[in-house]
Every structure is written in structure tokens, then in C-alpha cells.
């Protein structure tokens, strides 16, 4: 058993794969391996998604890679395996991101992806730094953290949850941007969990030994 962190020539790994490998060995949970190899996520007890860049070009990098899409979704809605997204990699789970263009996401938190519109003047895009997090409903993977625990965020756009129960947490940018999402066996944090110091490591915990 393992968990898979997903390379597809999305931003760098390196710190993601150090932080989830010290929270592994940590907490005594299953190694976590780099891969881009279908028949690993097909073997796979917990996904990571991670994600720089644009939603259009995180999109099709994960689709060129033969069978990995499939895999994934295999794992996630057949075998209902715990799964992460990460930046980018969290939008994926909307059902339309609109950056650019409109193109299709996994679907699995109903809802679309669109560009940060801060209602403060002078505020600027992308929304880059610590920004405190609120919490908008209990989550497994939310344990040990609170409202006003700070996270590291460098994006332009956010998704927008088509139902309220699916948004977990938020921070305040100009009006509020979506932070974490969940729904069944998934969930996805738009702030990056391996930089954002003790919250991060305590999300990363949670999640290395979440059972949904």
C-alpha cells in the first residue's frame, strides 16, 4: 500500500514529496512515491494531485500521460480511494474551470473554476502570501486546525462550489476565496499544504491517515 503523488510536469515536487514523506514516516502511515505510472495509481491506498499554472495546461499535461487519467478516476470513484488536490490540482475537482477557455474538470465537487475579484481597490491578483484560514464546517482532515491558522497561497483564480456544505474552509481576499473543499472520499485545498508550515503538516497528518 502507498501513497501516490502525482508527477506530470506540474510545478515543482520536491517540497510536496519531502513534506508528505516526513508526515508519513511520522505518523507510521504508508510510504509515499512520485510517479506518473498508471499501474502505481491503479495499487494506490491514497492519491496527492498537485498543480502549478494554468487550469487548461494542468488539464491536458495529466491526459497526455496514456491511461494515468483513467487510473485516477478508477481509484476515486470505484474503489473510493482517499484522494488530494493541491492548487491547481484542487480546481481539477470542479466540474468547469474558466480560465482562458472553459474546459471540463473531474466533476466530483460540482462547481467551476473563475478568477479572483477582489471587491477592495487596489487589492492585487494573484491573491499571493499567508491569508488566515476560516473554518466553515468539521472535516477529518481539519482536525488540529482552526479558524485563523495561516496557509501559503499563490493563484489567480477559485473555485466556486455549487453547494454550500462542499466548501470547508475560506480566507478573506477583497470578499471570500475558497480554501479547502470536500465531498465523499475527496478533497482539495487551493493554499499549498507543503509550505504552509505547522497547519500544512497538520492537513498532510489528517490526511495520510484519513478513512473516509
Known sequence: MTTVLIDYDSGNLHSAEKAFQRMAREGGHAPVIVTDRPEDVAAASRIVL????????????????????????????TR?????????GMQMLASWGREYEDVAGFGWVPGEVVR?????????????????????????????LATGDHA???????????????LLAHVDYGGPVTAIVGRGNVVGTQFHPEKSQRAGLRLISNFLGWTP
Not at 491536458?60 to 496514456?66: N, P, T
Request: proline share 9%; hydrophobic share 45%.
Open 50 to 77: 498537485p498543480g502549478d499554472g494554468a487550469f487548461p495546461a494542468c488539464r491536458r499535461g495529466l491526459q497526455a500521460i496514456d491511461g494515468l487519467e483513467e487510473a485516477i478516476v478508477e481509484a476515486v470513484e
Open 80 to 88: 473510493g480511494v482517499p484522494f488530494l488536490g493541491i492548487c491547481v
Open 116 to 144: 479572483i475579484a477582489p471587491a477592495e481597490p487596489g487589492m492585487k491578483v494573484p491573491h499571493m502570501g499567508w491569508n488566515d484560514l476560516v473554518i466553515d464546517r468539521a472535516h477529518p482532515v481539519l482536525s488540529g
Open 152 to 166: 501559503y497561497f499563490v493563484h489567480s483564480y477559485h473555485m466556486q462550489v455549487a453547494a454550500a456544505e462542499d
